[in-house]
């Protein structure tokens, strides 16, 4: 697994799945995603073959089935995500995020008293 594995949109799906439960097998996942998503049984073992190619998950044989395991931690993902978005739209600072979303009007009461319990935690 490199230091920044690229998920996909598709893959992440298949990535909630498995943090929340593991091992799976391709139909189980099939079973949860495959008519929500409009997806065949090719698509999920595609894309659990994309996600083995990366180093994502795992794939440990039972019998005669694939049993599917995250490598990738879910806490790692979403910090290179977020980083990442960041980065893309923001230059990596934080504040013209939080700036953009309250001048869109997004934040609710909730979120701003959010923000503020999270800076005054940083300021100790």
């Not at 189980?28 to 049984?41: S, T």
């Not at 869109?104 to 100790?124: F, R």
């Amino acid at each position: 697994m490199t230091d920044h594995t690229s998920i996909s949109e598709a893959e992440a799906l298949i990535m909630q799945l498995l943090w929340e439960s593991h091992p799976r097998s391709a139909e189980e996942i099939c079973q949860a995603l495959c008519e929500q998503q409009q997806w065949q049984v090719s698509t999920v073992k595609t894309l659990l073959n994309r996600l083995l190619n990366k180093g994502a998950i795992r794939a440990d044989k039972q019998s005669r089935y694939f049993l599917y395991s995250p490598v990738l931690q879910k806490e790692v993902w979403l910090q290179q995500e977020s980083q990442g978005f960041l980065n893309r739209l923001f230059q990596g600072r934080l504040a013209p995020l939080v700036a953009h979303f309250s001048q869109q009007q997004n934040l609710s009461a909730q979120d701003i008293a959010d923000i503020k319990k999270i800076i005054q935690e940083l300021e100790k």
